[in-house]
């Protein structure tokens, strides 16, 4: 049997870097976090931290080598105003400074000073500012952090397959049924839909059931790597990380991960947002179309609207609403 490049990158996940997500999960446990959404919910937050340490040293080396300000500074200059003496320096808030802490003083600022900063930092109005108005940091003690973030830590994140793989990993571990008539479409079975769909740079993509964002995240991945010559273009590339991805949910914590999911991913401002599907659905993404497969088409047609549309049992009225949309 043959497998393509990125299911052996998946497989190589069976070694060391699985166990040592398999180390994190059970300090979860241990610690006395059971519930698996949660689990996920709090290890996509420290790795959204470090991702952001990681995107602004990103910056500080780009505005060096060019000798020019920082344009995109995500840890301003100064304090948060919080507590006693100002508060603690933003910079003091990066994932770099945060995992050699002690545990104590670690979990003191992740709590009272890195939460905040979280849910304030994104402009109001944008999708990642509503999700993150709801974060709850639920870590008990100290010495669960120190121990959870140690093993972070020693997981490298720095290439984005490798980031977005274990990331799967770990959602992997939900159960393929969970509440509120939730399912987790397996792997496979997204790729293949995915590859029917076949979407292109122009198109604009949604799914109309998230959860935590697998389809997005895939039709993300295929169009990097069929298409990698849009990033060469400005007009392109913002199509892609601010106006392609869609996706509806009613669940806040699956609206949450997956938002993370797509930033983990190197998208860097998907529309995520709380919709019940089948009212908001027509109005939100006009023109939609169900999946199907596209002739080839001139370049003189307008953007190709495609929608996700999953078989979960969830969404048995997906036929009427294919109807009232006129699809």
């Not at 060019?66 to 995109?72: A, H, N, Q, T, V």
């Not at 320096?89 to 670690?106: F, G, H, I, Q, V």
């Not at 069929?226 to 007009?235: D, G, R």
Request: glycine share 8%.
């Amino acid at each position: 049997m043959e497998f393509t490049d990125r299911e052996q990158e998946v497989d190589m996940l069976t070694g060391e870097l699985r166990s040592k997500i398999d180390n994190v999960w059970n300090a979860f446990w241990a610690g006395g976090i059971a519930n698996p959404i949660e689990v996920i919910e709090q290890i996509t937050y420290l790795l959204f931290i470090r991702g952001l340490d990681e995107a602004h040293t990103r910056e500080e080396n780009r505005a060096n080598r060019l000798g020019k300000p920082m344009e995109r500074r995500i840890f301003p200059p100064g304090k948060d105003d919080i507590g006693k003496g100002g508060g603690v320096a933003y910079e003091d808030m990066r994932w770099s400074r945060l995992k050699n802490r002690d545990p104590a003083t670690m979990f003191n600022i992740v709590s009272e000073h890195v939460f905040p900063f979280l849910r304030s930092m994104a402009e109001e109005g944008t999708a990642h500012a509503t999700h993150m108005k709801g974060a709850r940091f639920t870590i008990p003690t100290p010495a669960l952090l120190a121990k959870v973030v140690d093993l972070l830590a020693d997981i490298p994140m720095e290439d984005r397959d490798t980031k977005g793989d274990l990331y799967e990993y770990m959602l992997g571990k939900i159960a393929t049924s969970g509440q509120n008539g939730q399912f987790r479409t397996p792997r496979h079975i997204i790729a293949l839909m995915v590859e029917m769909t076949a979407p292109t740079p122009k198109d604009v993509i949604c799914d109309p059931a998230c959860g935590t964002c697998g389809f997005l995240v895939a039709a993300g991945e295929y169009l990097r790597d069929n298409h990698a010559k849009l990033f060469h273009e400005k007009q392109s590339r913002d199509h892609f990380n601010e106006e392609m991805f869609h996706g509806f949910d009613f669940d806040g914590t699956m609206l949450r991960i997956g938002s993370m999911n797509m930033t983990l991913h190197g998208v860097e401002n998907p529309d995520i947002r709380c919709r019940r599907t089948m009212p908001a659905m027509p109005t939100a993404i006009p023109s939609c179309s169900p999946i199907r497969p596209s002739p080839a088409r001139s370049t003189t047609k307008p953007r190709r609207r495609i929608c996700l549309q999953s078989s979960r049992p969830r969404r048995p009225s997906c036929c009427s609403w294919r109807c009232s949309c006129g699809c």
